[in-house]
């Protein structure tokens, strides 16, 4: 803050230009009983997960006087190994990298290979949180459309690939806030498109990153980005602890590419970015990687029904909603004329969920059996109250 709070006086102080009117980031935080506003879990690790977890971090606080291993090969050779097994996508030949959520993942990728005179390129609507990571890297962000129903035309996409000559382009698949994935194909063409781009001359491709953060949730026969690696040093795929692990607040995100790539990447990390304690957490978590995706199957269908639910509630004037197709364990739909009133409605019933997306549309997350049953009784009272 800027202002000082004991005179309410404004201290000048030499903030950079472009950050004058920002705010800082932005999902409310409230305190409110049925939360599904975050694309959290809604299931706290349970009691033998906990105490994995305890007893790790005991032994990691005995030789906290000792800065962390900076590279953690144990960590990224267990993340390798979960890959295999969620994926089965071989990971031999590549390197896995972590940081502080996939957020400080994204920002070491356009800290690598984004920076002034270069440009990041997304696809709208999609994650708030992007923008800010190129501000921060002093590069240039721009963003091509997505369709009506939010997928993303190929051919649109490589047009846009070779119109604004990116040096990172970020494809987030599936999508938030829309939950849209993005068939292989797709990818397949971004990825040759960034061949040509010719990054300052160099040569060099556009480094594509797929976030995966909602991978786990994906729906039957839908692809990961894993699969391309193989073929294309260019590619990173980036995943997270925050959602299907049930780990959000540990922040750990992390990604696969090749070796030149997370080489590139262990250059601009903070020295010892990654804690002890973080390192330990996630170790014992991912110890009991099957029993936390078996609930991901529970969500998944959850997921399933909630969006049968919605589309079969109408307006008021006798309209459908409108819903994305989701394989993520969150649900976009509307539109509402007053999207706004609709989600205060919700909340006055103590539903939190987030105010996002184009105009007119809500997104919901998943939460557990009670709380989408709360969430639903609630929406359709709010719904009720609006037609009266
Ligand atoms: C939630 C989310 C992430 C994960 O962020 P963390 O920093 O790992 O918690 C990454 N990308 C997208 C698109 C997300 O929605």
Redesign the pocket.
């Known amino acids: 803050m800027t202002t000082t709070p004991s005179t309410g006086r404004r201290a000048v102080l030499p903030l950079r230009p472009e950050l004058a009117d920002e705010e800082p980031y932005g999902a409310p935080q409230l305190d409110v009983p049925v939360l599904l506003n ?2 959290e879990n809604p299931y706290p690790p349970d009691d033998d997960v906990v105490a994995t977890i305890a007893a790790e971090v005991t032994r990691a606080a005995r030789s906290l006087n000792r800065y962390p291993d900076r590279d953690f090969p144990a960590l990224r050779a267990d993340l390798a190994d979960y890959l295999m097994l969620e994926s089965g996508v071989c990971m031999e030949g590549f390197d896995v990298w972590a940081a ?7 920002l070491h990728l356009l800290q690598a290979f984004g920076g002034p005179g270069r440009t990041a390129l997304s696809f709208a609507p ?2 708030s ?2 923008p800010e990571y190129a501000r921060d890297t002093h590069t240039t962000w721009v963003t091509g459309r997505r369709e009506e129903d939010f997928t993303l035309d190929p051919d649109a996409a490589v047009a846009a690939v070779a119109e604004h000559r990116p040096s990172v382009i970020l494809l ?1 698949s599936p ?3 829309t939950g849209t994935a993005l068939p292989t194909a797709t990818i397949e063409a971004v990825l040759a498109a960034a061949r040509d781009v010719d990054v300052d001359g160099t040569g060099a491709p556009a480094v594509v990153v797929v ?1 995966e ?2 991978a786990e949730f994906r729906r039957a026969g839908t692809p990961s980005a894993l699969a391309l690696l193989a073929d294309h040093p260019h590619l990173a795929v ?6 299907a692990f049930a780990l ?1 607040g540990a ?3 992390y990604l696969a590419a090749s070796r030149e790539l997370v080489d590139a990447l262990r250059v601009v990390r903070l020295p010892y970015h990654l804690s002890a304690v973080t390192q330990a957490t996630a170790r014992a978590a991912l110890r009991h990687r099957e029993s936390l995706l078996a609930q991901v199957d529970t969500l998944r269908t959850e997921r399933d029904g909630l969006v049968a639910w919605l589309r079969a509630q109408t307006h008021a004037d006798g309209t459908p909603f409108e819903v994305a197709e989701s394989d ?1 364990n969150f649900v976009l739909f509307g539109r509402f004329a007053d999207r706004h009133a609709v989600w205060q409605g919700l909340l006055d019933h103590g539903v939190l969920i987030r105010e996002t997306g184009p105009d007119g549309w809500l997104r919901v997350s998943v939460g557990t059996t009670a709380e989408t049953a709360a969430f639903r009784d609630a929406l359709t009272q709010v719904l009720l109250k609006e037609e009266a």
């Not at 502080?100 to 994204?106: D, H, T």
């Not at 980036?238 to 959602?243: H, P």
């Open positions: 975050v694309n502080n959520g996939s957020n400080e993942v994204m999609t994650y949180m992007y987030t999508n938030n806030p976030d953060a909602y980036s995943r997270t602890m925050s959602k959000a922040r750990v995100g993520a």
